[in-house]
């Protein structure tokens, strides 16, 4: 149990289906992540959130939007998702996001999105 | 272009010994150092991590050493267990940045 829990663990969708998916931290962190790992490449930073404000967005098309209602939930809304998109959603968190402060990332388990 | 490298995709050490996994990165603006654990069907587990002022950290079984001219870090697992089996990533972030940067990973594999 690493106190990051991630929703569903497995998505099938088309490419004309809007879904999202979901992540919860029990830690008491203030930052939360989005990272994606593709096959056989690194996991890639997507989004980061902190204190529910968004200060991160690396370069995402529009069709990921993220949203943060509170510093225990994100969400990552998916809408006209393209084939390759295909890949691994890691959800992580940590006790904030601060610049010039180590705070190590707890991650969750991640979901694993197929598009059709 | 990849700024963290684990050259070595896998390992197999017997039960016992030392494990050595190595990681090379070569952003020098990058000044904390993580090793995650990461069993199939699971997110990376965080390990242990380093700070760039330091050039070791240890944390029971695991020691992480930081050479910093060589750009090079390493995590050393003593005595190595079964239950150490799974793949390690190796990762960084710079100094003013919030990302942190992925190896590819070294699968370990411990055996009896």
């Known amino acids: 149990e690493t106190g990051v829990t991630q929703t569903p663990r497995h998505l099938v969708m088309g490419m004309t289906n809007k879904k999202s998916l979901k992540c919860e931290q029990h830690l008491g962190h203030n930052a939360m992540y989005w990272y994606k790992q593709s096959a056989k490449k690194p996991l890639e930073l997507m989004f980061v959130?902190?204190?529910?404000?968004?200060?991160e967005n690396n370069s995402v098309p529009s069709r990921f939007s993220p949203e943060c209602p509170n510093s225990s939930h994100l969400f990552l809304h998916l809408h006209t998702l393209q084939p390759e998109d295909s890949a691994l959603y890691l959800c992580a968190s940590s006790q904030a996001a601060r610049r010039n402060s180590n705070q190590p990332q707890h991650f969750g388990d991640g979901t694993r999105l197929s598009i059709l | 272009d990849q700024q963290v490298k684990q050259n070595s995709p896998s390992l197999s050490v017997q039960e016992g010994r030392i494990s050595i996994l190595n990681c090379d990165y070569t952003n020098s603006m990058f000044d904390y150092f993580l090793w995650y654990k990461k069993y199939p069907a699971e997110g990376p587990t965080f390990l242990i991590s380093i700070s760039s002022i330091k050039d070791k950290n240890e944390d029971g079984r695991f020691t992480v050493f930081l050479n910093k001219s060589a750009k090079h870090l390493s995590l050393h697992i003593v005595p190595s267990q079964p239950g150490d089996s799974a793949v390690y990533f190796c990762a960084a972030s710079e100094i003013s940045g919030y990302a942190l940067n992925f190896g590819k990973g070294t699968s370990l594999l411990v055996t009896p």
């Open positions: 959130y902190n204190f529910k404000e968004q200060t």
